[in-house]
């Protein structure tokens, strides 16, 4: 059985990692009162990631249904042009299967269009964390950023955009859930452990709040 998790987290700070010499210029102490007071600017993440569940294998790609899920993620996205460190692919799933653990593929709305693909990518001593700024400027940009990241037993992918995709996200993977693909959509913010993350190990129908499992649409 395939258990599908799509972790979902709205409205974090975009804002630039903050200075920390105490010796600002009365310019940037403005500056910073002036950005006090307006607006910050947020982003969702989602993290999409999977458990083989007799085999207890930890990793999107471990899913029988892993080729199902990244298509219909292409079609989530066919308005975007993908672009990565490698050059443009003209689909996500040969994107993903292209690039290396660490590397991202940017879904932008621009057909033409750099980046600097060293400074967001990600190694064993960083994680996304590290990223937040030159993140935040290609996001600023109303592009998306995918990364493909680490898992147990292959690689799980993380989403990142300025406005909230989890709707269309949902009705192009919703479709997919049957009897062998359980499909859990998961507020992070209620989950903030290793064992909550990997509830389906030992509370699978029962799972702790902020996961709910989603059902397939009731034909009428």
Do not use: C
Not at 13 to 34: M, P, V
Not at 89 to 98: Q, R, V, W
Request: proline share 3%.
């Amino acid at each position: 059985m395939d258990i599908f998790k799509l972790f979902f987290n709205h409205d974090q700070r975009l804002d630039k990692l903050a200075k920390r010499n105490a010796n600002k210029t009365k310019e940037e102490i403005e500056a910073s009162l002036a950005d006090f007071m307006s607006p910050d600017p947020t982003y969702s993440k989602f993290y999409i990631t999977g458990t083989r569940l007799e085999n207890e294998q930890f990793g999107l790609n471990t899913l029988s249904k892993y080729e199902a899920v990244v298509q219909q993620l292409n079609r989530t996205f066919t308005d975007r042009t993908i672009h990565t460190a490698l050059g443009r692919f003209d689909s996500l799933p040969k994107a993903i299967n292209n690039i290396d653990i660490g590397q991202i593929v940017i879904l932008s709305s621009e057909a033409e269009s750099e980046y600097n693909f060293d400074v967001l990518e990600i190694d064993e001593d960083s994680n996304v964390g590290h990223k937040k700024e030159a993140l935040s400027e290609v996001l600023k940009e109303g592009d998306y950023v995918l990364y493909k990241e680490q898992a147990h037993h292959g690689f799980d992918l993380h989403l990142f955009s300025m406005e909230n995709i989890y709707p269309i996200l949902f009705e192009h993977l919703q479709p997919l859930v049957d009897n062998d693909f359980r499909f859990f959509s998961i507020n992070s913010k209620r989950m903030g452990s290793e064992r909550h993350f990997y509830f389906e190990t030992w509370t699978l129908d029962h799972p702790p709040h902020g996961a709910e499992e989603v059902f397939a649409k009731t034909k009428i």
